[in-house]
């Protein structure tokens, strides 16, 4: 038995070794990819945005605030004038966090009392919303036990209150939830689509659709059809689970999100489709996926923000569909974001869709002759 084993292990590899397109998928993309992943999937902070509202311009805040600049964790990119400039810097992605210092910070903590001090931070990404808080609740107990001991005070003296908005108990399920069904959508469209050319050659019924009336553009658009059904049905269970079942609480509307859905699923069809065009059997085809897969969810935010990626790696994510359907997706269940805050993530996926699908036309009406 063992003998067999050994046989038939050495003719697979024969088989793989001898195909030239599937030693190119296998010796390759590993090592592009652990390049790729070696710098991407990272849990460290590094330069994150904050925004400082600071109504005290006491020395003790401005003390306070250049700990925190000094810190390689964070980047002051704005100072704020106002508190009604605090939801659109958070709403808007620009800054992670907001810290507000009142008007009396400095003026509590020369009279011995307790100075609140506010920290906002944006909870969509509860993972890197504890870190952050973890960061500066540290920096400020620091920086608290230092003013004690040179002003002779017996207590600490500054206290951090801290909201998170958009995910009030930083649940780390409010956040990954929504993600999966992403995930989830790409995964099973993508296996639809990269397979369904394959398999018809692996099979030898292909070259009966060549003898049929159809032309390529309704071959292709046949194919993509079942793939485009099979991810909204799917995606649509993904989010009656996470609603129902997970309590994901679903604020925005209902035709933001199948929007972002439907141009996501164009877009994957399309990069399916390329694959399947290229591959001759069904195993060229599975790789092939499995070489879009793994760095498209690496890169698309789901585990570690892109901002905390190398600059390089960031311009990799822009040609990413999946990037831009996990901020609608996150936008849509717990910011409430409606189209018109989510228009800047439409639109590439609309182009990324359409040069995908163009492409994969192109290779299946090339392959057909």
Known sequence: ??????????????????????????????????????????YDLDKVPF???????????????????????????????????INPTITGGDALMVLHFGPDFSRNLAL??????????????SNTALICVGYVTT????????????????????????????????ESRWFIVPGIVGLLTLVVTMLVTALSVAREREAGTFDQLLVTPFVPVEILIGKALPGLIFGLV??????????????????GSLAALYIGLLLFLLSSIGVGLMISSLSSTQQQALLGAFMFLVPAIILSGFATPISNMPTVVQYLTLANPTRYFLVILRGVFLQGAGTELLWPNYWPMAIIGLVCLVLAGFMFRRRLH
Do not use: C
């Open 234 to 251: 799917e995606a649509s269970l993904i989010i009656l689970v996470a609603v129902l079942w997970f309590d994901i609480p679903l604020l």
């Open 139 to 170: 920096i400020v107990n620091d920086f608290s036990r230092r003013w004690a001991r040179e002003h002779d005070e017996a207590k600490v003296p500054a206290a951090l209150n801290i909201r998170a908005w958009f995910n009030p108990n930083l």
């Open 1 to 42: 038995m063992l003998r067999r084993i050994l046989a038939l292990m050495v003719k697979e590899f024969l088989a793989l070794l001898k195909d030239r397109k599937s030693r190119t998928v296998i010796i390759i993309p590993p090592f592009l990819q652990l390049l790729v992943f070696g710098y991407a999937a990272t």
């Open 112 to 125: 011995a009392k307790t100075a609140p001090l506010q920290l906002i931070v944006d909870g969509r990404d």
């Open 51 to 85: 925004a400082v509202l600071n109504q005290d311009q006491g020395a003790a805040s401005r003390a306070l605030l250049a700990r925190l600049e000094g810190a390689d964790a964070f980047q002051l990119i704005k100072r704020l004038q106002s508190t009604d400039q």
